[in-house]
């Protein structure tokens, strides 16, 4: 399904396009992959700082606060900005993750309340990007496999800021390809990151960069 | 009729605690520097601290609604727990080190024998959902309180609505904690010129300020630092302490030092429990040597003679707080629980 614009409103929309095979992807899906057959359960992560700007020149903050895209919520998928299009812009920039200032801030509320599933709790931190799912090849139980990236403390840190070229069009759509993902870190040999580690911030660095607005 | 009297007494109650959703002024000795925790942003107030009591003592926190936090941290020692080296959990599980005493929480840096924690308001989120202490989930704890009147009521106090989130929950859960100092020791007294030491205690003073104030530096008596004082690894548990958290070789084998306050109430001592009497403690700091691998402040010989033994233990005496562990204000909540297993465990 293409990107759809928010035919009512008269705003500027920012939306999350999960993709696999270059189609929305849905949860609970089997997906064949080569001999591997790939199913997601849970697809969550924090977004915030989003803002608009002209060759790197501020135009407008769109949302500051921290928002939890989970696709379990398609409601999640989508911000509003409430601001009115006509603007100028040719560049989004927006965090991937929760910064160190806010990591070490205490209980927060909102999408950061620690129900939404998205904080460690044997050690703090947030998680900054959650992938569940299983894998036909997946060695480990019940072919199941998670990502849970985090992590705010050198040399670990891996929270990211990300910048994309986008026309100045009234829906603002970012695509990110789960299978591509995936395929980095093959669930066949790669199958559980679960606290701040070495490898954490690679698969951090590799999955900011597979964000794209075409 | 018995039933009667009771929601007659319950919502007097309820009137009185909106009555008192007032700031709670926290004193401590004037010696005490300033504390880690922003009271700024954040003051303590009546209402949330009654909120966290009840939510402190309450088993409801844990999934078979067995086991309170009190269960391990009990407010006759110090809010130790002193029957077991290593504390006991959900089925009686054992978890892996002894439960450390709470006390002038807002005065520390980050939390738990290896400093995983960063701030006192997520450490309950650590004993909640860990398998073998209460086996719970937050989100699961809140839906559990969302059924309660009595919850209702005590977030209404503090919060002037009764919505029941995580966040709220974990921040009345540390008002409370951060409301328990100790500052009333006999030390505190002399400090302040209201008692005076003991010949004994004296001298004893100095052999703290010579080998142990560095690490466990008055008036707080730690710097909430991590050292290694040269414990030898336990090899059934093969814990390596902050190394373990922030995969670093050079902090392998630290552990946070402990304040020397209320020790008389919080035995057994270390992060394993394994000395029950200060007797041992301080045997294994005159017995420690060159061969053994410890922080740079103990890399200097302790020498204690026997005399030397018996003072510096009459000074650590002198730093229990027999106020703080028998205030009404810090114990069971009976005016809002029944007395259950869980909370008498």
């Known amino acids: 399904m293409a990107c759809t614009s928010n035919i009512l409103g008269q705003s500027i929309v920012v939306r999350f396009q999960i993709e696999f095979q270059n189609q929305a992807l849905s949860l609970q899906k089997n997906y064949v992959v080569g001999a591997d057959t790939i199913n997601i359960e849970k697809l969550k992560f924090y977004v915030s700082n989003i803002a608009l700007y002209q060759n790197d020149q501020l135009v407008k903050p769109i949302n500051k606060a921290f928002h939890l895209v989970d696709l379990e919520d398609s409601t999640s998928l989508g911000l509003d900005s409430k601001i009115n299009t006509g603007l100028v812009f040719n560049q989004i920039k927006f965090t991937l993750g929760i910064d160190s200032v806010t990591q070490v801030s205490g209980a927060l509320g909102g999408d950061l309340d620690p129900t939404k599933g998205m904080y460690w709790t044997w050690q703090s931190g947030y998680i900054n990007f959650k992938l569940e799912g299983t894998a036909s090849n997946c060695p480990s139980r019940n072919h199941h496999f998670q990502y849970h990236l985090g992590g705010y403390q050198y040399p670990f840190a891996c929270w990211q800021d990300i910048v994309l070229i986008v026309p100045s069009a009234k829906t603002i759509c970012i695509k990110l390809p789960i299978d591509e993902f995936l395929a980095f870190v093959q669930p066949q040999k790669n199958y559980e990151i679960m606290s701040p580690s070495n490898k954490t911030v690679e698969y951090a660095n590799y999955l900011s960069t597979l964000f794209s607005a075409p | ?345």
Not at chain 2, 85 to 103: C, K, M, T, V
Not at chain 2, 143 to 154: A, F, I, S, T, V
Not at chain 2, 238 to 254: P, T
Not at chain 2, 285 to 306: G, H, T
Request: hydrophobic letters at 40%; charged letters at 20%.
């Open chain 2, 1 to 345: 009729m018995k039933g009667i009297k009771t929601i007659i007494v319950l919502s007097a109650l309820a009137l009185l605690a909106f009555a008192s959703a007032t700031e709670y002024p926290i004193s401590y000795p004037k010696n005490f520097p300033a504390p880690q925790y922003n009271f700024k942003n954040n003051p303590l107030n009546n209402a949330s601290i009654t909120l966290g009591r009840a939510l402190f003592y309450d088993p409801i926190l844990s999934k078979d609604n067995s086991i309170s936090c009190a269960s391990c941290h009990s407010p006759y020692n110090a809010f130790a727990h002193t029957d077991h080296q290593i504390s006991h959990g959900i089925n009686d599980q054992i978890g892996s080190r002894n439960a450390p005493a709470l006390f002038n929480l807002a005065w520390q840096k980050s939390f738990m024998w290896d400093g995983a924690i960063n701030h006192i308001e997520v450490q309950a989120l650590a004993p909640m959902s860990h398998p073998k202490e209460m086996a719970e989930t937050i989100e699961h704890v809140v839906e559990k309180l969302k059924n309660k009147g009595l919850y209702k009521r005590l977030f209404v106090n503090a919060y002037r609505d009764s919505m029941i989130t995580g966040a709220r929950l974990l921040k009345a859960l540390a008002q409370f904690q951060l409301s328990l100092i100790s500052g009333n020791t006999k030390y505190d007294q002399v400090k302040n010129g209201q008692n005076s030491f003991t010949v004994q205690e004296q001298n004893g003073y100095q052999l703290f300020l010579k080998n142990c104030n560095s690490c466990h530096r008055e008036p707080l008596f730690s710097t909430y630092a991590f050292a290694n004082n040269g414990l030898s690894v336990d090899t059934t548990l093969n814990d390596f302490g902050k190394g373990a958290i922030s995969k670093r070789s050079a902090d392998s084998l630290l552990f946070k030092i402990p304040s020397l306050r209320n020790l008389n109430y919080s035995p057994p001592y270390m992060h394993d429990g394994r000395f029950r009497t200060l007797n041992q403690v301080i045997k294994h700091y005159i017995s420690l040597d060159s061969s053994q691998v410890v922080s740079e402040n103990l890399r200097q010989k302790i020498k204690l003679n026997a005399n030397e033994q018996i003072d510096l233990i009459a000074f650590l005496l002198a730093l229990n707080d027999s106020s703080f562990v028998s205030k009404p204000d810090f114990s069971f909540p009976k005016f809002l629980l029944p007395q259950s297993e869980g909370n008498k465990k």
